[in-house]
């Protein structure tokens, strides 16, 4: 299996973003990237879309619902938020959206800071795994993997993709 560059995704994602916030009247969106690849994602968004502003950044591990199911020990580090929330339009971005559980957890950290008054997702991969009804507003491409499959980002600069196999 191929992978796709991240590099040739980007461009399209940042396009596609703006057209979705400009038909849905936003515009000032506050960007707020996932540990570790969403905010990897999220710099490289900013940077092609020529906005210089501040980037919030989420550690979900805490809202996660499967951690110690999945064998998860999180190493936790602070969210930072550089801006409000409340009533703020937020551009919330990951690197692959799987189960949609990451997700779920962020916009449970979101709405513990205040009351947005829009989320739009973004996500550079979609791996067709849903366990929640988590779509993305703007995807970068969809990959189906075999169960014992995963994708992992590696960054910051240049972002790159790469398949894994779990042990068995």
């Known amino acids: 299996m191929t992978l796709?560059?991240?590099?040739?995704?980007l461009p399209r994602m940042a396009a596609d973003l703006k057209a979705l916030l400009a038909r849905r009247g936003v515009e000032q969106a506050r960007f707020i990237g996932i540990r570790t690849g969403g905010v990897w994602v999220a710099e490289a968004l900013l940077r092609e879309l020529d906005l210089d502003q501040p980037l919030g950044t989420l550690d979900v591990s805490f809202y996660r619902d499967d951690f110690t199911r999945s064998g998860l020990h999180p190493q936790v580090k602070p969210s930072e938020l550089p801006f409000e929330i409340e009533d703020q339009h937020l551009v919330l971005i990951d690197d692959v959206l799987m189960s949609g559980r990451t997700i779920r957890a962020a916009l449970n950290e979101l709405f513990d800071y205040g009351r947005p008054a829009s989320v739009t997702l973004v996500s550079l991969?979609?791996?067709?795994?849903?366990?929640?009804?988590?779509?993305?507003?703007?995807?970068?491409a969809t990959l189906a993997l075999a169960p014992e499959q995963r994708v992992k980002l590696s960054g910051p600069a240049p972002l790159a993709l790469e398949l894994q196999r779990l042990s068995a």
Not at 4 to 9: A, N, V
Request: charged share 25%; glycine share 4%; aromatic share 0%.
């Open 125 to 140: 991969l979609d791996l067709d795994a849903r366990e929640l009804p988590i779509h993305a507003d703007v995807l970068g």
């Open 4 to 9: 796709p560059d991240p590099q040739q995704l």
